[in-house]
């Protein structure tokens, strides 16, 4: 088992780290995700035309049709850029699609995500009911912590149809009856919302598995969803480790950088032994998704504890190495910390996911 890139994956992070570096520095997180209404269609252009939003759609439905452990290598580099568009829960959409019965819907769908002409969030719970209603679906209920709401173009949103199977229907954030509540959360970079659906009414084709129970579809995507978390936060780590250590190169206190201080040593190296473990099961977690191994459940369930509540503490640890200064709006430290924080708490924290591994072991 190789966790080293290839040469591909190499490629491909040098061109995301350019591309992030160039439309999306901290300062442009800032004006968007703080001070602006959350919305960059700029980077979200800059982002399909660059074929990125087509990376995980197959090759035969006009994608790139590539693997988990490709996608991997784009979730750590819009961690690292603390990305404010909902890339992460549109190439998980895609792959979720991807995986429904051929239709002219699929294919629909499929396209607008290959083309950026779509931006997708995933609403999924036990909070919405679906009736079918004279060849037409109508969604009733609630479900809170929904990335980005209606700043994504599209809602895949889960629902109990009857005779208790679960369904997948893809509903446009602007559809009537569809109310969003901004629950302003810590992490304004990905905003989370509570949606209120109250008698929306959608086509039959909005039903991605056209009716059928989407069950199974929905455990992948939820799985896939947290190994992706686990990803975002460690490429937001890194980049605190990175900051870190440059802080601590440059900060002089009684004529010597603070580095040389034994006490700052040992938390740099905590910090970047938290990152060893969490690469270890990201990249693991990726090729038991690829392999579709009888682990991969405990496989994504170590990779999201490894990146909860350690990734929470070497947050705090960068923080403590910065001094004062860490604890301030102005310097960016704190934009990267509250990312991998809200993704520690988002699908479970640590807790959680150690009683997951727990229920598939024993």
């Given at each position: 088992m190789d966790f080293d890139?290839?040469?591909?994956?190499?490629?491909?992070?040098?061109?995301?780290?350019?591309?992030f570096e160039g439309a999306c520095d901290i300062r442009h997180v800032r004006q968007i995700a703080y001070d602006g209404d959350g919305r960059d269609p700029g980077l979200w252009k800059t982002?399909?035309?660059?074929?990125?939003?087509?990376?995980?759609?197959?090759?035969?439905?006009?994608?790139?049709?590539?693997?988990?452990?490709?996608?991997?290598?784009?979730?750590?580099?819009?961690?690292?850029a603390v990305a404010p568009v909902p890339l992460t829960t549109t190439l998980l959409a895609g792959r979720a699609i991807a995986a429904a019965p051929a239709s002219p819907a699929r294919g629909e769908l499929l396209k607008?995500?290959?083309?950026?002409?779509?931006?997708?969030?995933?609403?999924?719970?036990?909070?919405?009911?679906?009736?079918?209603?004279?060849?037409?679906?109508?969604?009733?209920?609630?479900?809170?912590?929904?990335?980005?709401?209606?700043?994504?173009?599209?809602?895949?949103v889960e629902a109990a149809m009857p005779g208790g199977q679960r369904g997948l229907f893809a509903?446009?954030?602007?559809?009537?009856?569809?109310?969003?509540?901004?629950?302003?959360?810590?992490?304004?970079?990905?905003?989370?919302?509570?949606?209120?659906?109250?008698?929306?009414?959608?086509?039959?084709?909005?039903?991605?598995?056209?009716?059928?129970?989407?069950?199974?579809?929905?455990?992948?995507?939820?799985?896939?969803?947290?190994?992706?978390?686990?990803?975002?936060?460690?490429?937001?780590?890194?980049?605190?480790?990175?900051?870190?250590?440059?802080?601590?190169?440059?900060?002089?206190?009684?004529?010597?950088?603070v580095g040389s201080n034994q006490a700052v040593k040992v938390r740099i190296a905590e910090m970047g032994a938290i990152i060893d473990r969490l690469r270890s099961a990201v990249y693991y977690a990726a090729w038991a998704i690829d392999s579709n191994v009888p682990e991969r459940k405990v496989a994504i369930a170590m990779a999201k504890a490894a990146a909860s509540g350690p990734g929470a503490l070497l947050g705090s640890q960068a923080i403590h190495v910065h001094g004062g200064i860490g604890f301030t709006w102005e310097y960016d430290l704190h934009l990267y910390f509250k990312r991998i924080k809200s993704n520690e708490l988002l699908l479970g924290d640590t807790s959680a996911s150690l009683q997951q591994i727990a229920d598939e072991v024993l």
């Open positions: 890139l290839n040469e591909n994956q190499q490629e491909m992070r040098k061109a995301l780290r350019s591309l982002l399909s035309d660059g074929g990125w939003t087509a990376l995980m759609v197959p090759e035969a439905d006009g994608g790139s049709g590539l693997r988990f452990e490709d996608f991997i290598v784009l979730l750590e580099e819009a961690g690292r607008q995500i290959v083309s950026g002409a779509s931006s997708f969030t995933l609403a999924l719970g036990e909070g919405v009911k679906a009736q079918a209603a004279g060849g037409n679906w109508t969604l009733e209920g609630k479900l809170e912590f929904v990335p980005f709401g209606p700043l994504a173009a599209t809602a895949l509903v446009s954030t602007g559809t009537a009856g569809i109310q969003w509540l901004d629950l302003d959360v810590m992490d304004r970079s990905v905003r989370q919302y509570e949606m209120t659906l109250s008698g929306v009414s959608v086509p039959g084709t909005a039903s991605v598995f056209g009716g059928a129970d989407a069950s199974g579809a929905i455990a992948t995507l939820i799985d896939e969803w947290r190994a992706a978390l686990a990803a975002e936060s460690l490429g937001v780590a890194e980049k605190m480790v990175e900051m870190s250590v440059a802080y601590v190169k440059e900060r002089i206190q009684f004529g010597k950088p």
